[in-house]
């Protein structure tokens, strides 16, 4: 079982800056493959970011690529999401999500556990 809880959503500036952090509960989060989620108003939650269970490998949706970055650190149970030059378009509620699974994947139904999401809105 792993409980995840999601921070550092704001409001910011096109072009700015925010870090995305998610504290995950559990023993087995360093098994675990991390993703970063997001869902606008009217619209499907889409796949962001990935990170593998020891942080060698990520993936990144062709919309962020480039400018957001996925790390974790396993010693502090802790994954973020680096998000630099946003755009109106980023403005989103953003979910951390962590998956039993071997490799990173991007569909929100392999992903077990959920964060409760937070805002972020970027204003033009």
């Known amino acids: 079982q792993v409980q995840l809880a999601d921070s550092g959503g704001g409001l910011v500036q096109a072009g700015g800056s925010l870090r995305l952090s998610c504290a995950a509960s559990?023993?087995?989060?360093?098994?675990?493959?991390m993703g970063w989620f997001r869902q606008a108003p009217g619209k499907e939650r889409e796949f962001v970011a990935g990170i593998s269970s020891r942080g060698g490998s990520t993936y990144y949706a062709d919309s962020v690529k480039g400018r957001f970055t996925i790390s974790r650190d396993n010693a502090k149970n802790t994954v973020y999401l680096q998000m630099n030059n946003l755009k109106p378009e980023d403005t989103a509620v953003y979910y951390c999500a962590a998956a039993n699974s071997v490799v990173v994947v991007s569909t929100t139904y392999s992903y077990d556990y959920w964060g409760q999401g937070t805002q972020v809105t970027v204003s033009s």
């Open positions: 559990g023993r087995t989060f360093s098994n675990n493959v």
